[in-house]
């Protein structure tokens, strides 16, 4: 029996210069990424980490991913979402879904350190076609192939490089490389609303990269979208690229094999914080900072606080840490009646919590709360001394501090500041 010819594409899977898997994409829209048998072969004291859950799961590079039109959620995630997302599908005249089409043209410059290139037609190596054994594979090359940013997310952000005073869009080659936010067109004042809710999260003890506003006459190639009339772009400089080269990153949608579509759901803070106590490099200091973030974002009212804005990176290129913090915006401005991200400690509204749903949140972790509670302590204590001054100094739109002002009293006692 004939079998029926199928047009199959490839893209190399590397890691730090290390083939680690292939992702085939064949023409009935499936897509199977299959782990190199000699990065499944080598020494387990030094392979290089690709997922945290290759060191969950024993059986996790011995079996291949296959999904129809979207890319397995490891690769899935890496990809924009959103406006940003139609931008790049209108570009490659290619349906939204097409994740291998935008994973192509993306993957030289894709967050953290995963690149992913083009295999030429006829040298897609046997192993990576073992799944299509129906099927006669006819290798093709690799349609929409090109070297542009791809940074995950819904708004409309770019990954440029910092260069004689001016923020180069597209450009992801030296160390001093940022992710620019631009201002919204459907929310208003959200660059001033991101810097002052960043600024305020490092003075109450939470690790974040450089920030700064940026006029958006600086930045050189932005592409031609349509803009508000706000002078200012929001910048933070890129933790997963280093004077080393890049950093290998995940965020925790990619650690629980989830789809952006489940970022809000299916995973709660107790959850989240098991992981990052058992499996981090340093489990001890990351679940205080993650404690103490839990808290600057109910502080802030961060409703935004999913699985996709937690991140482990990579700087031995084996062992996770916690990521500085990012994406934290007071919400209420945007999200009437909006709530907290996660459930923690089954609950999900701001005025619930209090010291004993940490405590509980705690527990379920496995943490001693004598571990947790003198950095909730001193968190709260700094915010109560320092934010009130700080907010009439920041740019946070004037009608945004008033609402943040009343957010504050209407916390649990145990977290309200008096402003």
Known sequence: MTKTS????????????????????????????????????SSQH??????????????????PQIRTDKLPPVLSNLLPEGALRDVVSQALQCHTNNEFAILAYMGKNLPGAIVATPIKAGELPRWALAQRLSTAPQQIDVKHADSKFSLAGVQMKFSSSHRDGRYHIDHDANEDSWIIKTPSTVHKGVPLNELTCMTLAAQ????????RLINVAELEGLPNIQLPNEPFAYGIQRFDRGSDGRIHAEDFAQV?????????????????????YCESANGREDIQQMARRLLINILLGNGDAHLKNWTICYPDRMLPRLAPLYDVVFTQPYIEYDNIALKMAKSKRWSDISLSHFECWSQDVGVPWQMIKPHLLDTINLARDIWPNQLVQLPMLTEHKAMLRNHWKALHKDFTIDS
């Open 256 to 276: 629980f094999g989830l789809y952006p579509s489940d970022k809000y759901q299916k995973v709660n803070y107790e959850q989240l914080g098991k992981v990052l």
């Open 204 to 211: 109450a003890g939470a690790v974040v990269p450089e920030i």
């Open 46 to 63: 030094e392979r290089l980490t690709f997922s945290l859950r290759q060191r969950r799961d024993p059986q996790y590079l011995h079996i």
């Open 6 to 41: 199928e047009d199959v594409e490839g893209l190399n899977i590397q890691l730090h210069g290390v083939d680690v898997a292939v992702v085939t994409h064949c023409a009935g829209g499936k897509n199977i990424l299959t782990f190199n048998p000699a990065f499944i072969a």
